[in-house]
């Protein structure tokens, strides 16, 4: 089954009862049993509802994934994957990393006794450095938020394999329509489902995928343990976005190359981040392991001090300034005072994370009307 087919029918059937071809919102903390134990897998919506199971069936079949687990957030899901570690274990994770993971992984798990090695992973070998026997977890975004580095999923995946280690990958940016881990030897794949997968900015949720039936039991008993699970509503609503996943992705993909042609030769802008670009660090990766760029750039803007960075990514018109990312709307964000602002300045910088960095989510408006609000705010 082709991905646009998935997206629109994968683990989803026509109601039972009534023959609906949407998936109902079963509004319901609880279920009947006819006698004990007879509860025809349900039970307390916390651990099973069957709008929120026919999600997690689709949202697995988009990664070729056997097995999919929706959380109340992509936090939630980072959490669970979290709390698979012991007091000792060790992380390698990459240090261009979203502020929101990296202020999990320092401010809260390191407390419990799990050490975590920020690196460069754009050279996958780095990896080998930092792995010790204590190592449990790989954990990489590619492309990185928000300097869209590409890290070789592939490449570290075989590492991982080679010392039995766990991969697990944030494909948020690059959503299963670019990019699918799971075929490239990862073992757990995240999604901050908020984002494209979806695609309105009206829902906040996260999910896992995997393939291991071993590991999914462990995922599954913290998903139903510790409770950070998704209602009914927000399963159908996300259900409801899937489905347009493919066409909105297409968009996505077509403006954000001609938005980011147009900012690569602006005089205003300084560095552009983009992986669709030739000279890119790590294109041909990107080229390898991704089906199209996607329509997030980060860009630089020439001789701009904080304030006049404020003052620029506040003057737009169709281009939002808002968090989150993902949306048929454009948004734009300024990384050090919201979505990276937990991360020391020191470490921010190391990365190119500046104070005139600004990160563009190129949505599905009209492409003239976009570069017209590119042009007026950037003259």
């Not at 502020?99 to 006794?113: A, D, E, V, W």
Request: proline content about 4%.
């Amino acid at each position: 089954m082709k991905f646009g087919t998935k997206a629109i029918h994968a683990g989803q059937e026509p109601d039972p009862s009534t023959g609906a071809i949407m998936t109902p919102i079963y509004q319901t903390s609880t279920y009947w049993q006819k006698s004990p134990g007879d509860n025809k897998g349900f039970e307390y919506s916390r651990g099973t509802n069957p709008t929120r199971k026919a999600l997690e069936a689709c949202l697995a079949a988009l990664e070729n994934a056997k097995y999919g687990l929706a959380f109340s957030s992509g936090m939630g899901a980072t959490d669970a994957v979290m709390k698979l570690l012991s007091p000792g274990d060790e992380v390698v994770t990459g240090n261009d990393l979203y502020g929101g993971s990296y202020r999990m992984f320092t401010k809260i798990f390191s407390n419990y006794g799990i050490k975590f090695h920020f690196i460069d992973m754009t050279d996958a070998e780095n990896c080998r450095k930092h792995i010790n026997e204590k190592t449990k977890l790989i954990w990489i975004e590619t492309p990185t938020n928000p300097t869209m580095k590409i890290v070789d999923i592939a490449a570290v995946a075989r590492i991982a394999k080679e010392k039995n280690i766990l991969l697990a990958v944030d494909n948020t940016f690059a959503s299963p329509y670019l990019q699918n881990p799971i075929d490239l030897g990862a073992d757990i794949v995240m999604h901050s489902v908020t984002k494209y997968l979806g695609g309105h900015s009206d829902v906040v949720m996260g999910a896992l995928m995997l393939d291991d039936e071993e590991l999914y039991k462990r995922l599954w008993f913290i998903y139903n343990a510790c409770g950070a699970t998704p209602g009914p509503m927000d399963s159908f609503l996300v259900l409801r976005g899937l489905k347009t996943l493919h066409l909105r992705m297409k968009a996505h993909c077509e403006n954000g190359r001609q938005v980011a042609q147009f900012l690569k030769i602006h005089p205003k802008v300084d560095k552009i981040y983009w992986p669709g670009f030739t000279d890119h660090p790590n294109h041909e990766v990107a080229k390898k392991q991704m089906r199209d760029f996607g329509g997030m750039i980060s860009i630089t803007l020439k001789g701009a001090d904080l304030k006049e960075t404020y003052r620029i990514a506040s003057n737009f018109k169709v281009f939002a300034l808002a968090e989150s990312l993902g949306g048929v709307e454009s948004l734009i964000n300024h990384p050090v005072s919201m979505t990276h602002g937990s991360i020391p300045k020191e470490e921010r910088e190391k990365v190119g994370v500046t104070d005139n960095l600004l990160r563009l989510s190129v949505g599905v408006e009209d492409i003239e009307d976009l570069l017209e609000d590119l042009k007026a705010t950037l003259a």
